[in-house]
């Protein structure tokens, strides 16, 4: 039997040629339905051009892509750790929304002239206790500052020479509206009045101190970048008797007195960075007794106006800086006027980030007893660097310049004084300090001078 043929394609082709074309299966068609809309492709992303956080091909290839060129976003990488500027900065307690940074110093040291004499000095070592808090608030609205700082000094061979040290200022604002507020302030001081200084005689037996309280009260109104404020001020100043050598007491507590002032400052913001003023200030002082024990009658009445500005000229350069007249008028005519030249401000250059000079300039009118003269006349000028050498080393170094004149006396004091000091910071909350002082007066009439060298090394504890 024969193999059948395998079939022919082409006969196959050819037998269905004539044949008429089958119609298509009506279960096969498509039904005609609504279509759903399709879902819209996500937006197109601009390839990012400086993030280092994408991977870009394109860039292999001779520059970034075009921006319809479409990308998915990446996943945004970890957060770089930022770096501590302070890492040894304490780092204070928070209580009913302030910020408190208490500190307490104990330090010893040696000086070379404690009571500040022109004879051939005795020195002696001593001991030092200082202690401070500084306060500031975070609250939304209003705000409150505090700076306590306080010293006793106890000289060890020569306890007579042993006196406190102390200043202290609280501020309190409350905005009452947007554009007004409230002002307040309290402030104190404590200082001590040294052997032979003018009206003070040479052999006291200890230091007499001075004590002021103060407080100030008033209101500021913003009309757009125009700022005006006044201010009502009390001061009230004490002095304690002084006891000499011999047994007897000078009554000083005869001198107390009491201020009063009234302060007006007009400000203007031109810039961000700088803001003119101009500030007058009229006061009253009157003495407990109307005549002191030389047989003057010392109640005055003063008054002074200056104009300076706040300014930021650049980022590394900033302060204020006022100047004007001032003149104080004593009611016994035998009392010479009281009257010169004012300048005051302060001004701060960092000169890099490891370094900061700053400059400061104050005038004061001093009280006196010094019979015929009817009081001082002070001007002071400081220049102060510090340097961090490293992050926890910090060198300071510094130099200041003053002159008091007293008008009637003929008398005038010439003071410098220049200091070194180092803080080497074990933690944040312990520093170890030490500085070294040179002071020296020079007065006009070759009496009255001296020169002191100081040393002292201590250990701050803070928080």
Known sequence: MAPAEAPDPANRLRANYDRPR?????????KSRASKPARPLPALVATPRSSPRFVEPQRSLGGDPPNSVAQIPGLPGPKRPTMDETPFAPLGVNAAGLRLLPFIEASGGFDSNPNRVAQPPK????ARVDAGLSAKSDWSAHEARADLQGSYTRFLAA???SRPEGTGTAALRVDVTRDTSADFQLRS???????????VPGDVSSRPWVATVGVTAGATQKFGRLEVSAAALVDRTSYE???LSGGSVLAYSRDNYAAYGLRTRIAFEATPGVVPFIEALGDRRVRDYAVDAAGYGRDSTGGSLRAGSKFEITRTLTGDLAAGYGQRRYEDSRLPLLAGPLVDGALTWAASPLTTVTARAATAFVETTLAGASGGLSHTVSVNASHALLRNVTLGAGVSL????????????????????AEYSLSRSLVLKGSYAHEQLLSSNGAGGYSADVFLLGLRLQR
């Open 189 to 199: 001081s404590i200082t001590t009045q040294r052997p032979g200084a003018p009206g």
């Open 402 to 421: 003053g002159r008091t004149d007293y008008r009637g006396a003929g008398l005038s004091q010439t003071t410098w004084t220049g200091a070194l000091k």
């Open 241 to 243: 008797d002084a006891k």
């Open 159 to 161: 306890p007579e020479a």
């Open 22 to 30: 089958k119609a298509p299966d009506k279960r096969l068609a498509n």
């Open 123 to 126: 020195g002696s070592a001593l």
